[in-house]
């Protein structure tokens, strides 16, 4: 199973043009897909639809999105009056070649900032049934600005991700809507745009510290990530490029797995070749 995670940045790239159909090409052959700055109803791209895009793009693939923040559209720049129920929305897409089963949006945990854009984040979990089970999948998109706010933010997800189970993910009891009871897989794989860096406080904060004799130990619990169990980084590593100045360059997106993969994980790489956003396409394949 071949899976990608890509910050589209609202459809523009790194030439500063909206384009979709660029985006989709560059995920060409993926199974599963995690989009992040997925919006509706945004001035900066004419207030396009990305979800109705991005779905006709993928006709073979089922979709959900997650929209973590939601507000009423205003006039812009004098502009005669939006439509009633025009809306703002930002978030998290999941796409996938094999049903989802269930889907919800969890809410990460923010707080209130003042002179600096602090959306409400969001990480979308998606319960796939691909070939042999089920699997979680969770497009994640964490806070630009505060690495003390990501380290709350991960410690949020990592408890809801280990309390899947117990909690029931979206519903339990479906049969008393005529439902059937949607599965509870216990893998799961969270990609997403981290805005962290590898090794950093927030990064050690999700994937554990490593120790200087034994280095960072898998535990049931704490997700692994999947390029460094593949020992897939190299020196100069980056997934986001300052379109300003193409020499500003870091590691920002990621793939992390329940332990019950890690055996499975085949190969992980980031395609710096696509220019659709500042963000690169990070791709990783999973054994069935």
């Given at each position: 199973?071949?899976?990608?995670?890509?910050?589209?940045?609202?459809g523009?790239?790194?030439?500063?043009?909206?384009?979709?159909?660029?985006?989709?090409?560059?995920?060409?052959g993926?199974?599963?897909?995690?989009?992040?700055e997925?919006?509706?109803?945004?001035?900066?791209n004419?207030?396009?639809?990305?979800?109705?895009?991005?779905?006709a793009?993928?006709?073979?693939?089922?979709?959900?999105?997650?929209?973590?923040?939601?507000?009423?559209?205003?006039?812009?720049?004098?502009k005669?009056?939006?439509?009633?129920?025009r809306?703002?929305?930002?978030?998290?897409?999941?796409?996938?070649?094999?049903?989802?089963?269930?889907?919800?949006?969890?809410?990460?945990?923010?707080?209130?900032?003042?002179?600096?854009?602090?959306?409400?984040?969001g990480?979308?979990e998606?319960?796939?049934?691909?070939?042999?089970?089920?699997?979680?999948?969770?497009?994640?998109?964490?806070?630009?600005?505060?690495?003390?706010?990501?380290?709350?933010?991960?410690?949020?997800?990592?408890?809801?991700?280990?309390?899947?189970?117990q909690?029931?993910?979206?519903?339990?009891?479906?049969?008393?809507?005529?439902?059937?009871?949607?599965?509870?897989?216990?893998?799961?794989?969270?990609?997403?745009?981290?805005?962290?860096?590898?090794?950093?406080?927030?990064y050690?904060?999700?994937?554990?510290a490593?120790g200087?004799?034994?280095?960072?130990?898998?535990?049931?619990?704490?997700?692994?990530?999947?390029?460094?169990?593949?020992?897939?980084?190299?020196?100069?590593?980056?997934?986001?490029?300052?379109?300003?100045?193409?020499?500003?360059?870091?590691?920002?997106?990621?793939?992390?797995?329940?332990?019950?993969?890690?055996?499975?994980?085949?190969?992980?790489?980031i395609?710096?070749?696509?220019?659709?956003?500042?963000?690169?396409?990070?791709?990783?394949?999973?054994?069935?």
């Amino acid at each position: 199973m071949n899976f990608a995670s890509y910050n589209i940045q609202y459809g523009f790239g790194l030439d500063g043009r909206y384009d979709l159909p660029r985006i989709a090409r560059s995920l060409e052959g993926a199974d599963i897909i995690a989009l992040q700055e997925v919006t509706r109803g945004f001035s900066r791209n004419g207030f396009a639809d990305m979800v109705a895009g991005i779905a006709a793009l993928f006709p073979h693939h089922f979709w959900v999105y997650g929209p973590a923040c939601d507000l009423h559209v205003e006039a812009v720049h004098g502009k005669s009056a939006p439509a009633p129920g025009r809306r703002f929305q930002f978030g998290n897409m999941v796409l996938s070649r094999w049903p989802i089963a269930s889907t919800r949006t969890l809410l990460l945990p923010r707080s209130r900032t003042i002179g600096k854009i602090n959306p409400q984040r969001g990480a979308t979990e998606a319960v796939i049934t691909v070939p042999g089970g089920a699997i979680r999948v969770y497009s994640v998109h964490l806070d630009h600005v505060s690495p003390d706010e990501r380290i709350r933010q991960l410690q949020f997800l990592n408890a809801h991700i280990n309390a899947f189970v117990q909690e029931g993910g979206s519903m339990t009891g479906a049969a008393e809507f005529d439902l059937p009871e949607p599965p509870l897989p216990e893998d799961y794989a969270i990609l997403g745009d981290f805005n962290m860096e590898p090794e950093s406080p927030e990064y050690c904060a999700l994937a554990g510290a490593a120790g200087g004799y034994y280095g960072r130990v898998a535990r049931i619990g704490t997700p692994v990530d999947a390029f460094a169990a593949l020992e897939a980084y190299r020196p100069e590593s980056y997934s986001w490029m300052d379109p300003e100045d193409h020499g500003k360059r870091m590691h920002l997106d990621y793939c992390f797995v329940s332990c019950g993969l890690v055996s499975r994980l085949k190969s992980a790489r980031i395609d710096i070749q696509s220019v659709g956003s500042d963000h690169f396409p990070l791709w990783v394949e999973i054994g069935e």
